[in-house]
């Protein structure tokens, strides 16, 4: 059965910074390539950060490029997201997700997998 549990949400100031992390299971995971996506309330689930495969290539939302930082350890079967420099505007549920077929996609119907999400508040 696969799994995604992402960790490392929480409440941080405005200008501080999270490391969220995403352990994946029961699949391959250097076969799959990841992706961070966000949801506020009310709104549709919107892209914010891909990697490839191998972790060579990477892809950000403009409203985050320059801030948040994806990488991963296929080692460890983990992504990460270092978001820093974080606005209110960052605050909604974080959620990473995996594809088999597709890499560096921005839509949510692409990929295969889905967590459950992590919170991140950011207070102004």
């Known amino acids: 059965q696969v799994q995604l549990v992402e960790s490392g949400g929480g409440l941080v100031q405005a200008g501080g910074s999270l490391r969220l992390s995403c352990a994946a299971s029961g699949l391959t995971f250097s076969s799959y390539a990841m992706d961070w996506f966000r949801q506020t309330p009310g709104k549709e689930r919107e892209f914010v950060a891909a990697i490839s495969r191998g972790g060579g290539s990477t892809h950000y939302a403009d409203s985050v490029k320059g801030r948040f930082s994806i990488s991963r350890d296929n080692a460890k079967s983990t992504v990460y997201l270092q978001m820093n420099s974080l606005k209110p505007e960052d605050t909604a549920a974080y959620y990473c997700?995996?594809?088999?077929?597709?890499?560096?996609?921005?839509?949510?119907?692409?990929?295969?997998?889905w967590g459950k999400g992590t919170l991140v508040t950011v207070s102004s």
């Open positions: 997700a995996a594809s088999s077929r597709y890499t560096l996609a921005v839509v949510t119907a692409l990929y295969d997998y």
